[in-house]
């Protein structure tokens, strides 16, 4: 869609702060109301779409592209959008590990041990750490908690937490995000241990490097969408 626009604006709607260009409203893909629920998110969104210059470009609004996710994907179905995020405790990359003896086990007890036992902490829980790629079950009370920590959680909150750990492959990850537990750069290279391990070893590859760099612009811009639904610091 080419831009037609002049001027964009806020209006107080039902669902939240709605975006009007010329006064019109803003529809999402499948035509319900653009709304946000705060004020510094709803200004965000306003800034990608006074910034197009003559088409849009999807890639270039990602708080957009979020919004629009939470209004049409997550909102009719919380419980099973929740529920998928959840799944991905039954694997978490955090509880997978080398061998031990072997070096890389070592560094991945180094970085990953401290999230598993702020998890433990924070949700009283307890995992299995399992040596290979072997599919072992996490205790059902573990996955229990887990999932209800993630259906606590708000439409548009669950639209990147569903980002987050699709990308980092964690649920642990993910909570340690939207609760704040550390910077989420840190909790991103903890996520990407193995690869950095890899490239260590047999040096770098121009691709791998950019495959990994668009996939942590995409987790921080998820980190951005989380932090402008939160009050202004």
């Known amino acids: 869609m080419r831009r037609f626009w002049k001027e964009v ?3 107080q709607s039902t669902f939240g ?3 009007r260009l010329d006064g019109r409203p803003v529809k999402t893909p499948t035509r319900n109301e653009l709304a946000l629920p705060t004020q510094r998110l709803a200004d965000a969104v306003v800034a ?3 910034t197009v210059e003559t088409s849009i470009d999807p890639a270039r609004m990602p708080m957009t592209g979020f919004a629009n996710a939470a209004i049409d994907r997550v909102g009719p179905d919380r419980d099973a959008f929740a529920a998928a995020i959840a799944s991905y405790g039954e694997t978490d990359l955090m509880c997978y590990r080398a061998e031990q003896g072997e070096a890389l086990a070592v560094r991945q007890a180094e970085i990953w041990d401290p999230w598993l ?3 433990q902490g924070r949700y009283d829980v307890s995992f299995v750490i399992v040596e290979g790629i072997i599919h072992k079950p996490q205790p059902v009370a573990t996955l229990e908690k887990l999932h209800a920590a993630v259906a606590a959680r708000g439409t548009f909150e669950l639209a990147a937490m569903a980002k987050l750990a699709h990308l980092s492959g964690s649920l642990i990850a993910t909570l340690a995000v939207i609760e704040r537990a ?6 991103w290279n903890a996520s990407c241990l193995d690869e950095l391990w890899q490239e260590e070893l047999w040096g770098a590859d121009y691709w791998a490097q950019k495959n990994r760099n668009d996939r942590e612009s995409e987790f921080l811009q998820a980190v951005q969408f989380l932090d402008l639904l939160g009050p202004t610091t």
Do not use: P, S
């Not at 550390?182 to 909790?187: L, M, N, R, V």
């Open 9 to 11: 604006t806020l209006d």
């Open 17 to 19: 702060y709605a975006v």
């Open 48 to 50: 990608e779409w006074e």
């Open 117 to 119: 036992k702020w998890a």
């Open 182 to 187: 550390g910077a989420a750069q840190d909790i």
